[in-house]
C-alpha cells in the first residue's frame, strides 16, 4: 500500500557529498520508520540509516555516524540522507525502505523503492 521512490543519486568524488531522497505515496503507518539500505553487487543489503517519522528519532549505522545526515519534510512526505565525506566503498544502490519499528533488520521493513545509484570515485 506504500510507495516509495528514490532520486538524487550519482557520481561524486571521495570526499565529497551528495542528497538522496525518498517520497512516499499510499497509506501511512501509525508511527512507522524510513530506513535507508545500500547493497553492493554479490553483497546483501547493509542498513545505512533511519528515522522515526512522528517522533523523529534517528539511528546511523556506525561506518556513517558523523558524516550522514537524516532529514524529513513532512509536507512532502520525503526523507533526506545528506552523505559528507563519502568514500568509495560507499558505492552501492542505495534503498528507501519503510516498516512498522526503526531499527537495522533488514526483515523488518515491508516496502521497498527501487533505489538509486551513488558511485563514489577515487
Known amino acids: 500500500q506504500v510507495q516509495l521512490v528514490e532520486s538524487g543519486g550519482g557520481l561524486v568524488q571521495a570526499g565529497g557529498s551528495l542528497r538522496i531522497s525518498c517520497a512516499a505515496s499510499?497509506?501511512?503507518?501509525?508511527?512507522?520508520?524510513m530506513g535507508w539500505f545500500r547493497q553492493a553487487p554479490g553483497k546483501e543489503r547493509e542498513f545505512v540509516a533511519g528515522?522515526?517519522?512522528?517522533?523523529?528519532?534517528?539511528y546511523y549505522a556506525d561506518p556513517v555516524k558523523g558524516r550522514f545526515t537524516l532529514s524529513k519534510d513532512h509536507a512532502k512526505n520525503t526523507v533526506y540522507l545528506q552523505m559528507h565525506m563519502l568514500r568509495p566503498e560507499g558505492t552501492a544502490v542505495y534503498y528507501c525502505?519503510?516498516?512498522?519499528?526503526?531499527?537495522?533488520?533488514?526483515?523488518?521493513?515491508?516496502?521497498w523503492g527501487q533505489g538509486t545509484q551513488v558511485s563514489v570515485s577515487s
Open positions: 528515522i522515526n517519522w512522528n517522533a523523529g528519532r534517528t
Open positions: 499510499g497509506r501511512t503507518f501509525n508511527d512507522h520508520a
Open positions: 525502505a519503510a516498516g512498522p519499528f526503526l531499527g537495522s533488520d533488514y526483515n523488518r521493513y515491508a516496502y
